[in-house]
T-cell receptor, first 114, second 112 residues
Framework: GNSVTQMEGPVTLSEEAFLTINCTYT??????LFWYVQYPGEGLQLLLK?????DKGSNKGFEATYRKETTSFHLEKGSVQVSDSAVYFC?????????????FGTGTRLTIIP | EAGVTQFPSHSVIEKGQTVTLRCDPI?????LYWYRRVMGKEIKFLLH????????ESGMPNNRFLAERTGGTYSTLKVQPAELEDSGVYFC??????????FGEGSWLTVV
């Protein structure tokens, strides 16, 4: 079955540091890949997505590239801000996005200190 | 436009009691999902409605959980009787087919 493994947290960084949160997956076929974020007191929000190999998703300075050869979708940001403090979830869905359930990783709590 | 709304946001109940969680999806979204995150673990799929029909309920943990979506609008998830291991955050999500899935803020359930 499908599974997602992501970097264990918590992660604490100083403002303006470089961020990487690792995510690898196991899936049959050609899944779509996602990063979701949960800010304190809010629901899950889609941060970015990629639907095929070599696609790069990007949003709010975050990027992740769909690497089929390494089955990875690592999240990166060049310079983090305090407002980026949140829990980040890597996820995948089957070929029929919108009609297929999401499989999530365990989440990585990120804290940015000024 | 209102997002996905969940109620209650927090609930503390005793083992053996019943709790009913409610989800109001975004208007017009036929697809409605329930997910759960038990403390520190991954978010796990529970079930998927298309309108009022259960499309996939493979993630429902046992028969103490009952989900309904009468009329294809809001949905309820009832846990009866609640056990300690049911504690966690219950997320609801909705989408139009093939589009972004929108999540609610979650209902935090604590069973003591």
């Amino acid at each position: 079955g499908n599974s997602v493994t992501q970097m264990e947290g918590p992660v604490t960084l100083s403002e303006e540091a470089f961020l990487t949160i690792n995510c690898t997956y196991t899936a049959t076929g050609y899944p779509s890949l996602f990063w979701y974020v949960q800010y304190p007191g809010e629901g899950l929000q889609l941060l970015l997505k990629a639907t095929k190999a070599d696609d790069k998703g990007s949003n709010k300075g975050f990027e992740a590239t769909y690497r089929k050869e390494t089955t990875s979708f690592h999240l990166e940001k060049g310079s983090v801000q305090v407002s980026d403090s949140a829990v980040y979830f890597c996820a995948l869905s089957g070929a029929n996005f919108g009609n297929e359930k999401l499989t999530f990783g365990t989440g990585t709590r990120l804290t940015i200190i000024p | 436009e209102a997002g996905v709304t969940q109620f209650p946001s927090h609930s503390v109940i005793e083992k053996g009691q019943t709790v009913t969680l409610r989800c109001d999806p975004i208007s017009g979204h036929d697809n409605l999902y329930w997910y759960r995150r038990v403390m520190g673990k991954e978010i796990k799929f529970l079930l998927h409605f298309v309108k009022e029909s259960k499309q996939d309920e493979s993630g429902m943990p046992n028969n103490r959980f009952l989900a309904e979506r009468t009329g294809g609008t809001y949905s309820t998830l009832k846990v009866q009787p609640a056990e300690l291991e049911d504690s966690g955050v219950y997320f609801c999500a909705s989408t139009l087919a093939g589009n972004t899935i929108y999540f609610g803020e979650g209902s935090w359930l604590t069973v003591v």
